[in-house]
């Protein structure tokens, strides 16, 4: 039997906690996160089924100061796995748990973490669509080049496919942000 597996998987940057799920999931039926690679490809090795909450913090602030910000969530009995697009993954047993335990302590620091994603991640995506695809398009659009009709047909395609894909992101964002006003 393997002893080790490799899963592609996307989670969208909204989406952690599906990604949670997914990697508590994954462990209760035996197999232990180990890492995540830059194509999306998650690592699991074989162990005891076992009861683990997986927990996510989006802090580009706290790998300034990464020593002390992994030691704060230590002294909480989180084990740090790793960085990943921003995000801090943490893991630890239900079994050493007293209550529900989330890294976050309330709902406010959760809206600041969803507020950090968009800051960081949405905002300049939206800036580079801005300012480096529609440009693109447009010079296209009004050249006379031979080749423009084709470069025009693929940027509207691309731009197209990332204007969905930042509605979609920013859908996401404002849905999460409700859900957690909604509690506070």
Not at 43 to 60: G, R, S
Not at 81 to 109: N, T, W
Not at 141 to 168: D, G, M, R
Request: aromatic share 16%; proline share 3%.
């Amino acid at each position: 039997m393997k002893e080790e597996k490799k899963e592609l998987r996307f989670f969208s940057i909204a989406a952690w906690k599906k990604e949670e799920a997914y990697l508590r999931m994954q462990h209760l039926t035996g197999w232990r996160f180990t890492g995540v690679t830059s194509a999306g490809v998650y690592h699991f090795k074989k162990c005891e089924p076992e009861d683990v909450i997986y927990q996510l913090d989006y802090n580009p602030d706290g790998l300034a100061h990464k020593d002390e910000y992994v030691e704060m969530f230590r002294d909480c009995g989180w084990e740090y796995l790793q960085d990943f697009a921003g995000y801090s993954y943490f893991r630890k047993p239900v079994s050493k748990m007293h209550g529900q335990e989330e890294i976050f302590c309330d709902d406010e620091s959760r809206l600041d973490m969803i507020e950090r994603v968009y800051r960081w991640r949405i905002l300049p995506l939206t800036l580079l669509f801005l300012a480096g695809l529609l440009p693109s398009l447009l010079f296209n659009i009004f050249s006379a080049s031979p080749y423009s009709e084709i470069f025009v047909f693929v940027l509207s395609v691309a731009c197209i496919i990332y204007a969905t894909v930042l509605c979609s992101l920013g859908y996401q964002y404002r849905k999460c942000r409700k859900n957690i006003k909604d509690t506070v």
